[in-house]
């Protein structure tokens, strides 16, 4: 599963993900958790927007109200078999910008956690699925959710899931509108590559959700004293 992304806003999203409505001076946040209010990139009127939502799907029809349970994420493979996330594979697809995401690797009794990163992508996306609906109140109830797949060899030494991290050339086509097929979404939700990527243990702060600053991302030392990274 993905429980916990950064996103380091040390470029305009607007200007990475080519939309016409950029936000100027959004705040960096290291330490994102569900229920938090962030940027998503949607497609509309065949323009590509920012859109502020809510991570936690609540899908339209699910239920009346916005205090149902969320839904953080969404599996690649059974995405098509289930009528809550079918609907929106057609029409409710999005990309969900980030910077890094964390995982927790069980050693015995321990949970140590670990941050995940693109060395050359300080902005990526992850593929994700939204819903926007108004509720009986009248409130307009405006969620999302990340998909996640099988690891790729490197994130498979401490979790047995990843997000979908889509790269630039598969950003546009998962942006698109209209279904797409069995086989589209075989080729596009699948494990980023090993090779473009970074793992590193980090300090537990991660775990208090009202901790957010810079020390989420610093890798730990080693006994050495030298900063330490998963290998293959």
Not at 219 to 229: D, E, I
Request: charged share 20%.
């Amino acid at each position: 599963m993905c429980g916990r992304y950064s996103l380091v806003c040390i470029d305009d999203l607007g200007n990475r993900f080519r939309v016409h409505n950029p936000m100027i001076g959004a705040r960096s946040r290291f330490n994102i958790a569900p229920g938090s209010g962030l940027p998503v990139i949607v497609r509309n009127g065949g323009r590509s927007e920012i859109a502020l939502m809510t991570w936690g799907l609540v899908p339209q029809g699910r239920t009346g109200s916005a205090a149902a349970p969320r839904l953080i994420n969404a599996r690649a493979e059974s995405l098509a078999e289930k009528p809550v996330f079918r609907r929106l594979l057609e029409s409710g697809r999005c990309l969900v910008p980030a910077s890094g995401f964390f995982e927790w690797k069980t050693e015995g009794r321990r949970k140590i956690p670990f941050y995940f990163h693109l060395p050359e992508s300080p902005l990526f996306a992850f593929a994700g699925l939204y819903d926007s609906w108004q509720g009986a109140d009248g409130q307009t109830v405006s969620s999302y959710t990340i998909i996640t797949c099988r690891p790729n060899a490197l994130m498979a030494k401490v979790h047995d899931r990843m997000p979908v991290i889509l790269s630039r050339e598969v950003e546009d086509r998962w942006l698109s509108q209209g279904p797409l097929t069995t086989d589209n979404l075989a080729e596009i939700l699948t494990p980023f590559s090993d090779s473009a990527m970074a793992g590193m243990p980090v300090a537990d702060f991660v775990n208090n959700p009202a901790v957010d600053d810079e020390r989420m991302v610093r890798p730990l030392p080693s006994s050495a004293g030298r900063q330490t990274y998963l290998t293959d």
